[in-house]
C-alpha cells in the first residue's frame, strides 16, 4: 500500500559511541526476540522485494570490480550463473561475499535469499563492465584519473582495515561481563505485544463516493466479527491482509499512539473498535502480551562482540593515523589553499 500511515516507528540506532553501540545492540535484540521482522505498513501485504546488498566501503567496491573484471572465467563445470556470454562460478560468489563489508555478510547470514538478488547485481556489475570495456570507455584521461584516486581510496581502506583489526582474542569473557554489568539497563526490553489486523482503506480525503463504500465495507466486517464463532483471522486473510493479519511482535514505542492508546485497554484475543488514520479504519486483535525483561548476556553476547570489537577497531584505526601524522606532519599553505578554492568556484559559476 503505497503511502500509507505506518503504525511502526522503528529508530535506527547510530554505529558510532559506546551509547550508539549499545542501542544498536538492543534494537538487535529486538529483532531477534520478534516471531518474524515486524511490518512496517499498518496495512499487512506481501513483502517487497528486499534491495541486492551493495558493498558499503571501498574494499567491498574494489571486489566487486574485480569480479567484473573476471568476464568468462569460469569453465561450464562450475557455473552457477550466466548472463549472455558471462558466466560466475562458485569461487566468483564467495570472493564477492567475501568482500563485502561486515554489515552486508550478517544480512546475508540470516537471510539467505538475498544471495541470489547479490548474484543478479553481479551479473548486471558484470554486463555494464563489459559494455566499457568493449567502448574503451575507462581509458578515456578525466576517467583514468578518477579510476586512480577511486584505486588509492580502495588501498589505503584495505591496509586500513588489516592494522586496525583487534586480535581474535578480543573482547574476553571477561570483558564482555563488565560490559554487559555495567549497562545492563541498555539490554532492557519494553513490553511487547502479538498484534493482528484488519485494515479498511479509506482516507481522510477521499470522495464521498470512495468514503461510502469504505464505510458499507467497514459495517460488513463489523458485524462478521460479532457474530458468534467469529474467525479475525478467516475475515482478515479475505481481504488483502496475509497471515491472517499478523502483525508479530511489536514494542510499544514501534505502535502509534493513536493505535497504542486503544491497544494497551485491550484483554487478551480481544479486538478494538475501528481506529481512523488518514489512510483508513485499523481494526486490531490483541493475540498476546510480553512482559518486560532484561535479556541476558548469552543472548545479547554475539551483538555485543561485534560491536566491541567495531569500536576497538576505530579506536586503533584513528590511534595508527595519529602515529603516522605525528612522525610526518603535514604541512599546508592556507593562502595559496584559498586561492585554488577561489578559482574552483569561478570556473563552477
Request: glycine content about 6%; aromatic content about 4%; proline content about 6%.
Amino acid at each position: 500500500m503505497s503511502g500509507a500511515i505506518k503504525i511502526l516507528r522503528v529508530k535506527q540506532a547510530p554505529a558510532i559511541g559506546v551509547a550508539a553501540m549499545l542501542a544498536c545492540v538492543s534494537a538487535g535484540a529486538l529483532a531477534q526476540t520478534a516471531a518474524r521482522p515486524p511490518q512496517t505498513a499498518v496495512k499487512p501485504r506481501a513483502a517487497t522485494q528486499a534491495p541486492a546488498v551493495q558493498p558499503s566501503s571501498p574494499a567491498a567496491t574494489q571486489g566487486a570490480v574485480a569480479t567484473a573484471d573476471a568476464g568468462k572465467s569460469s569453465g561450464n563445470d562450475n557455473v552457477i550463473a550466466r548472463i549472455g556470454d558471462i558466466n560466475v562460478s562458485a569461487d566468483d560468489i564467495r570472493g564477492y561475499v567475501a568482500a563485502l563489508g561486515q554489515r552486508e555478510q550478517v544480512a546475508l547470514a540470516r537471510d539467505p535469499s538475498l544471495l541470489s538478488q547479490t548474484v543478479r547485481q553481479m551479473l548486471a556489475n558484470r554486463l555494464v563492465f563489459q559494455e566499457v570495456q568493449a567502448k574503451k570507455w575507462d581509458q578515456q584521461p578525466a576517467v583514468a584519473a578518477q579510476l586512480e584516486r577511486v584505486r588509492e581510496s580502495a588501498v589505503v581502506e584495505l591496509y586500513l582495515q588489516t592494522v586496525s583489526n583487534p586480535p581474535a582474542s578480543f573482547p574476553s569473557e571477561e570483558d564482555l561481563q563488565k560490559v554487559y554489568d555495567a549497562n545492563s539497563g541498555a539490554f532492557l526490553m519494553p513490553r511487547q505485544f502479538q498484534l493482528a489486523q484488519i485494515f479498511v482503506a479509506g482516507p481522510k480525503d477521499a470522495d464521498k463516493a470512495t468514503d461510502e463504500k469504505a464505510r458499507k465495507s467497514l459495517d460488513d466486517i463489523q458485524r462478521r466479527l460479532k457474530a458468534p464463532g467469529a474467525d479475525f483471522a478467516a475475515v482478515a486473510a479475505e481481504g488483502e491482509a496475509g497471515n491472517g493479519g499478523d502483525l508479530g511482535w511489536l514494542t510499544e514505542g514501534q505502535i502509534r499512539p493513536e493505535i497504542r492508546t486503544q491497544v494497551m485497554g485491550l484483554a487478551k484475543n480481544a479486538i478494538s473498535e475501528p481506529i481512523r488514520l488518514d489512510d483508513g479504519w485499523h481494526i486490531l486483535k490483541l493475540v498476546d502480551t510480553k512482559a518486560s525483561y532484561t535479556r541476558t548476556l548469552p543472548e545479547v553476547r554475539d551483538q555485543l562482540v561485534q560491536q566491541l570489537r567495531a569500536e576497538r577497531a576505530r579506536l586503533l584505526r584513528q590511534a595508527h593515523l595519529n602515529e603516522l601524522l605525528k612522525q610526518h606532519p603535514p604541512v599546508l599553505n592556507e593562502i595559496a589553499l584559498s586561492k585554488v578554492l577561489g578559482e574552483q568556484t569561478r570556473t563552477t559559476k
